[in-house]
């Protein structure tokens, strides 16, 4: 009888065996079925009130969980990945700002049981694209949104308020970003701009003056353009990229020349009207100097 016992219990535990899924149980919220493409979370959003005072109404919090299908290059293919947001959003009722921070988890759908990258900004929005992604803190009262842009290892590429330029060149792997950050209230410094091929090669440039002609300047981020000796080169409007066709199919950084930078300051000096300010693009290097970080002046 013992022997029938111990073959019941061995049949019981091959046939188990035999059965095996390729379920996951990643925490009590999380599980994976990878064999079944299945992701289940039990992640909830929620709502939390947390202060009120007479006058000023209520502040309060909102989680909220939210997912999305995104097609990046992460790993130097582009992939499609399940991209989870949690997004906490604090603020007052009827107020015009917040402080909101987000968070991203991407797994590529094919191993939804791996997280090949997490994200956690202080920003209002987070947007994916190809090679890197963009993060907005929205301006309030009339300022000027402020935008970086980070490499799929969180890197900082560049950073600013308003806009980024970039700079394409076709059939090539290179290309740059501009960006610009205002000093307000410096009174000796208008503010920076970022000349940036990634996060770890970019140079500064603070433009500088005396405070008699920086006390007129504003801190909103001024009119930069590029300008080119070739007619090949193009602006698109719509994406605000430069097409910088005559460098097509360079190989070294060291081969862009003959593009400028120009800066329109945002300074109303009375009775004055300020120069344009120019930075030329010398062997790839600003003003072809290998400093990382230089002044202009106004």
């Known amino acids: 009888m013992a022997r029938i016992l111990l073959a019941a219990i061995l049949l019981s535990v091959l046939s188990q065996c035999g059965n095996k899924t390729n379920s996951k149980s990643i925490n009590r919220n999380l599980s ?11 992640s909830q959003a929620s709502f939390k009130i947390l ?3 007479e006058g000023a109404g209520f502040r309060y919090e909102s989680i909220v969980v939210d997912y999305k299908i995104e097609y990046l290059s992460l790993q130097k293919e582009l992939r499609h990945y399940l991209a989870k947001y ?3 959003t604090e603020t007052w009722t009827g107020a015009m700002s917040q402080h ?10 094919d191993q939804l049981e791996k997280i090949e990258l997490q994200i956690d900004e202080n920003c209002d929005e987070i947007k994916f694209l190809d090679d890197y992604y963009m993060t907005v803190i929205r301006g309030c009262c009339g300022g000027e949104d402020r935008i970086g842009l980070f490499d799929y ?35 000796t410094s208008m503010g920076v701009l970022t000349f940036s091929y990634g996060s770890n090669d970019s140079f500064d440039i603070e433009i500088v003056g005396d405070s008699s002609l920086v006390k007129y300047c504003t801190d909103f981020t001024p009119e930069m353009t590029i300008n080119s000796k070739s007619s090949k080169d193009k602006y698109d409007e719509q994406s605000g990229t430069y097409d910088l ?24 000096v009375p ?6 300010i120019e930075i030329p693009i010398i062997n790839g290097k600003p003003f072809g100097k290998d400093d990382r970080n230089q002044e202009v002046s106004l």
Not at 169 to 175: Q, T, V
Not at 271 to 276: A, D, N
Request: proline share 8%; aromatic share 8%.
């Open 32 to 42: 994976i079925d990878s064999s079944a493409g299945l992701y289940r979370d039990s």
């Open 51 to 53: 202060e009120k005072k």
């Open 86 to 88: 949690q997004t906490t």
């Open 100 to 109: 909101r921070r987000i968070k991203v988890e991407l797994r590529p759908l």
């Open 153 to 187: 290892k969180n890197k900082l590429i560049v950073a600013g308020s308003n806009k980024i330029v970039y700079g394409t060149i076709p059939r090539s792997p290179l290309c740059f970003y501009i960006g610009y950050t205002p000093n307000y209230p410096d009174s």
């Open 245 to 268: 066709w005559s460098l097509s199919e360079i190989k070294s950084k060291n081969e862009i020349n003959n593009i400028t930078i120009r800066i329109l300051p945002n300074c109303y």
């Open 271 to 276: 009775g004055k009207i300020l120069p344009v």
